[in-house]
């Protein structure tokens, strides 16, 4: 555990990353040579590159079905229930820096959506939300199962291309008792043809993996989804995360070749801009790692 400690202090681990270590000095010293060398950009072997590779995925239940398909909402519905577990890598994973930002964009999703939809329900007689590469779409059914259950003017439609998500955001809008309230539409939402548009459209933990351009393609393209005078809510991680966790980006990357182009507001900003967006505001979660920009589509 001394070596451990002395690794925080000359590579600016933080206590959830030592605490790793340390169980790793356990069950497989190997594989703990093995994450610090390569996170020094040492020399490892391909031999030891593939053992640890293993033991992650044989160990590790949430980075398994992070590797299987990066970026899919199994993933990240992981790090929203915050489940404990027997397995040293899973609860790192839960208590890394990273980990808990995820959690916490729900969270502020959660807090500012609300105000915004209280926006457009004083302005409009029914307010129709979008929520594109929604996963389940959790950050809808939280919204609604606390705010909305009851209410008759709010509607929303939840797209995305994995059928097993769309069927569990099923069941979890039925628990909350606000399946009426939403739609679960499976396909590409590139391809999504809507037979209405949208006073308010979300596109969550999309724009992360991709370079600028794409970025503006992408927000060019959802213009046609909403409403004259509606918003678009987009996320993107920042540069703090990169900064202040970069151990746990480390192992995303070594894992899965999980890339993430890092953001600040400057540049999400001029995305918007660039895509035809009036950039209204920015909220981020607790831990500053994510970034949601808010713009109005200019027609």
């Not at 509607?155 to 099923?170: C, E, F, P, T």
Request: aromatic fraction near 10%; glycine fraction near 6%.
């Amino acid at each position: 555990m001394k070596n451990n400690k002395k690794l925080v202090e000359n590579f600016e681990l933080d206590e959830a990353a030592t605490q790793l270590l340390d169980a790793l000095e356990k069950e497989n010293n190997r594989v703990k040579d093995f994450l610090i060398n390569s996170y020094k950009g040492l020399p490892v072997s391909l031999e030891m590159k593939e053992e640890a590779y293993n033991y992650f995925l044989n160990n590790s239940v949430i980075l398994t079905a992070m590797t299987t398909n990066p970026g899919s909402s199994v993933f990240t519905e992981f790090l929203y229930d915050r489940v404990s577990s027997s397995s040293s890598i899973d609860n790192y994973v839960l208590q890394c820096k990273n980990g808990r930002a995820v959690h916490a964009r729900l969270v502020a999703i959660e807090k500012e959506l609300p105000k915004i939809i209280e926006e457009y329900r004083s302005k409009n007689d029914n307010v129709l939300i979008g929520n594109l590469g929604s996963g389940p779409g959790r950050d809808i059914i939280n919204v609604f199962s606390t705010h909305y259950r009851n209410a008759s003017n709010i509607r929303a439609v939840s797209i995305d291309k994995d059928v097993n998500a769309l069927r569990r955001g099923r069941v979890m809008a039925k628990v909350q008792k606000v399946d009426h309230l939403i739609d679960f539409c499976e396909g590409n939402f590139f391809k999504y043809d809507s037979p209405d548009k949208f006073d308010i459209l979300l596109l969550i933990g999309v724009l992360c993996p991709l370079d600028t351009e794409t970025c503006i393609n992408i927000l060019k393209m959802a213009k046609r989804f909403l409403k004259k005078g509606g918003c678009l809510i987009a996320s993107n991680v920042t540069k703090k995360m990169e900064k202040e966790d970069p151990f746990a980006y480390f192992i995303m990357k070594w894992l899965a070749s999980w890339s993430l182009v890092f953001k600040d507001e400057e540049e999400l900003k001029k995305i918007y801009e660039k895509a035809g967006y009036a950039w209204k505001e920015g909220f981020r979660d607790s831990y500053g790692f994510h970034l949601m920009g808010i713009g109005a589509p200019i027609f």
